[in-house]
């Protein structure tokens, strides 16, 4: 059973940057889109970025010019680099890896705490 461990959140002044990183382990099959969601307290959980194994990447339009998502592929590891950091982006984050051979199926992170002062 794949495991994501994610790492790199906390408590930071606005205006300040964190780098998030979820790492897949036990993985036996090629993951192919990687992504970061986020869920704030009484709000649903919403699509912060993605990237395909080809390196396409899609932003959330309030994160653009502010976050960029990369991938290690030889790691099974994806980031966040999250810089420019407010209030609203206080939220519970959770990666989430994709593959699609033998058959579709999303892997989910436990989640990690951001948490953003202003």
């Known amino acids: 059973q794949v495991q994501l461990e994610e790492s790199g959140g906390g408590l930071v002044q606005a205006g300040g940057s964190l780098r998030l990183a979820c790492a897949a382990s036990?993985?036996?099959?090629?993951?192919?889109?990687m992504a970061w969601y986020r869920q704030a307290p009484g709000k649903p959980r919403e699509l912060v970025a993605a990237i395909t194994s080809g390196g396409l990447t899609n932003y959330t339009d309030s994160v653009k010019g502010r976050f960029t998502i990369s991938r290690d592929n030889a790691k099974d590891t994806v980031y966040l680099q999250m810089n420019s950091l407010n209030s609203e982006d206080t939220a519970v984050y959770y990666c989430?890896?994709?593959?699609?051979?033998?058959?579709?199926?999303?892997?989910w992170g436990q989640g990690t705490q951001v948490t953003v002062s202003s």
């Open positions: 989430k890896m994709t593959r699609i051979w033998p058959s579709r199926y999303d892997y």
């Open positions: 036990r993985s036996r099959f090629s993951i192919n889109t």
